[in-house]
């Protein structure tokens, strides 16, 4: 059975930083793409970041570039997210998802999510 | 990349079917073959539907079917039932190699 569960977030103030971790089972994680996904409370559904099976393509959303890295470790079947310079807007829940073997989508199994906050 | 639109609800009665619409442009929707659909019950992770405009996973059920014309993508419920009342999105593909997600339909069951 496949299982992401994700780690990591909580309460952090604007401009701190944070690492979110994706744990991943029941399939064979080097070979898919994987992607973080938020929502913000009430609202929609946004594409953050997505990896390569081997991180050779990493691709960002124009709202975390340049602030939020994506990164995996194939050998301990694990997915990250580190945030930095955190804004209120990045409040939301952080849904790790599995991509394709050979794209990064569809999205075809979600994690539970874990809440990110920023706020003073 | 602006999110793709979606109505922001459709209505149903048992047994009746409903469309929803994901209009985008010529970089993502009406670019690619790279459509998907996900449904997401409140307090739930979302659950893929339909992918590659009209492919349904293994376990989702042929009630539900997907098409696109031009810039639109559509995603059909025939036979609605209560338990398909849910929030729906839509996601492309884009020319930029990323993903863009629709704004978001809440279904209502009559």
């Known amino acids: 059975e496949v299982q992401l569960v994700e780690s990591g977030g909580g309460l952090v103030k604007p401009g701190g930083s944070l690492r979110l971790s994706c744990a991943a089972s029941?399939?064979?994680?080097?070979?898919?793409?994987m992607n973080w996904v938020r929502q913000a409370p009430g609202k929609g559904l946004e594409w953050v970041s997505s990896?390569?099976?081997?991180?050779?393509?990493?691709y960002y959303a124009d709202s975390v570039k340049g602030r939020f890295t994506i990164s995996r470790d194939n050998a301990k079947n694990s997915l990250y997210l580190q945030m930095n310079s955190l804004r209120a807007e990045d409040t939301a829940v952080y849904y790790c998802a599995r991509g394709g073997v050979v794209t990064a989508f569809p999205f075809d199994y979600w994690g539970q999510g874990t809440l990110v906050t920023v706020s003073s | 990349q602006s999110a793709l639109t979606q109505p922001a609800s459709v209505s149903g009665s048992p047994g009746q079917s409903i469309t929803i619409s994901c209009t985008g442009t010529s970089s993502d929707v009406g670019g690619y073959n790279y459509v998907s659909w996900y449904q997401q019950h409140p307090g739930k992770a979302p659950k893929l539907m339909i992918y590659?405009?009209?492919n349904r996973p293994s376990g989702v059920s042929n009630r539900f079917s997907g098409s696109k014309s031009g810039n639109t993508a559509s995603l059909t419920i025939s036979g609605l039932q209560a338990e398909d009342e849910a929030d729906y999105y839509c996601s492309s593909y884009t020319s930029s190699s990323t993903q863009v997600f629709g704004t978001g339909t809440k279904v209502t069951v009559l």
């Open positions: 590659d405009v009209s």
């Open positions: 029941g399939f064979t994680f080097s070979s898919y793409s």
């Open positions: 990896i390569s099976s081997s991180s050779s393509y990493i």
